[in-house]
């Protein structure tokens, strides 16, 4: 298939042959407007032409090399993990995006109050806004429910060899993947700035003046300084929302194409 220019093709007499439901027609007179002027089509073809020669060079699977109609393993708990993540993926930024509304990433009032804004303003998302509680409760869990899944299906591919020739790159996006969703976490565990994130900032902190040579850069660069202060919290801030939701959504999106081109590692 080449990108060649084809023939005229009198679209409108080939369907007023067929018979077609309101739906289909519809369908069918915007994909060929858009095609005339797009070439819709011809690049749909060449990436399926790219699909299928890709997919030849991979092995077969253990259910096309032994004919096996019955798919029942596809079910298995532990094979629906990367799935069940990145559904908890999609609830955490619903119920964060409606989060962000109410949300402000303040350690002092306007007026200069001695107390901290964040905290104050996750008081009233919990005791005084409608559903309030229910929405961070969803957020938190998820957070929580996503993490678990991505180490357990880590797991998973690591014990059943799915980390092997040809997915050892799929293997180190994973690994990449997982680095960032526990830093996603500790980002938004900061955020509430009460006790726990805190001492979750402190020791954060401490740990990073521990690596030798860029430590203390490393400890100004994410945390804003020695201690903690407003500088960490607008930090941690935008990590958490302005550039994790983008680089992991980027990461994600290229796993799960790398998965539907290379297919399933399934149990042998």
Same mark, same amino acid.
């Given at each position: 298939?080449?990108?060649?220019?084809k023939?005229?093709?009198?679209? +409108?007499? $080939?369907?007023?042959?067929k018979?077609?439901?309101?739906?289909?027609?519809?369908?069918?007179?915007?994909?060929?407007?858009l095609?005339?002027?797009?070439?819709? =089509? *011809?690049?749909?073809?060449?990436l399926? *032409?790219?699909?299928?020669?890709?997919?030849?060079?991979?092995?077969?699977?253990?259910?096309e090399q032994? *004919?096996?109609?019955?798919?029942?393993?596809?079910?298995?708990?532990l094979?629906?993990?990367?799935?069940?993540?990145?559904?908890?993926y999609?609830?955490?930024?619903?119920?964060?995006?409606?989060?962000?509304?109410?949300?402000?990433?303040?350690?002092?009032?306007?007026?200069?109050?001695?107390?901290?804004?964040?905290? *104050?303003?996750?008081?009233?998302i919990?005791?005084?806004?409608?559903?309030?509680?229910?929405?961070?409760?969803?957020?938190?869990?998820?957070?929580q429910?996503?993490i678990?899944?991505?180490?357990?299906?880590?797991?998973? =591919?690591?014990?059943?060899?799915?980390y092997? +020739?040809?997915?050892?790159?799929?293997?180190?996006?994973g690994?990449?993947?997982i680095?960032?969703?526990?830093?996603?976490?500790?980002?938004?565990?900061?955020?509430?700035?009460?006790?726990l994130?805190? $001492?979750?900032g402190?020791i954060?902190?401490?740990?990073?003046?521990?690596?030798?040579? !860029?430590?203390? $850069?490393?400890?100004?660069l !994410?945390f804003?300084?020695?201690?903690?202060?407003?500088?960490?919290l607008?930090r941690?801030y935008?990590?958490? !929302?302005?550039?994790?939701?983008?680089? =992991?959504?980027?990461l994600?999106?290229?796993?799960?194409g790398? =998965?539907?081109?290379?297919?399933?590692?399934?149990?042998?």
């Amino acid at each position: 298939m080449s990108l060649e220019k084809k023939d005229d093709f009198d679209h +409108e007499s $080939w369907l007023e042959t067929k018979d077609l439901s309101a739906i289909e027609k519809s369908y069918l007179v915007t994909l060929m407007w858009l095609d005339k002027r797009l070439r819709i =089509v *011809d690049y749909l073809e060449l990436l399926e *032409d790219m699909y299928y020669k890709m997919n030849l060079q991979m092995p077969k699977s253990h259910t096309e090399q032994y *004919d096996l109609d019955n798919k029942f393993w596809y079910w298995y708990p532990l094979y629906s993990l990367g799935s069940l993540s990145i559904v908890a993926y999609v609830v955490l930024a619903i119920t964060g995006a409606l989060l962000g509304f109410y949300y402000a990433p303040g350690t002092i009032t306007a007026e200069g109050a001695d107390y901290a804004l964040a905290y *104050d303003q996750m008081l009233f998302i919990l005791a005084e806004l409608n559903f309030g509680y229910m929405l961070r409760s969803i957020h938190r869990w998820a957070a929580q429910f996503m993490i678990a899944g991505v180490f357990l299906h880590m797991l998973r =591919v690591y014990f059943t060899g799915a980390y092997k +020739e040809p997915r050892e790159l799929n293997w180190l996006l994973g690994v990449l993947l997982i680095l960032l969703t526990l830093l996603f976490g500790y980002s938004g565990y900061l955020l509430p700035w009460n006790q726990l994130a805190l $001492w979750a900032g402190t020791i954060g902190i401490e740990m990073a003046r521990s690596v030798p040579l !860029v430590g203390e $850069w490393a400890a100004q660069l !994410v945390f804003g300084g020695f201690s903690l202060g407003q500088p960490t919290l607008m930090r941690m801030y935008i990590i958490h !929302v302005f550039l994790m939701p983008f680089v =992991v959504t980027a990461l994600i999106a290229l796993h799960v194409g790398i =998965v539907w081109m290379q297919g399933i590692a399934e149990p042998h």
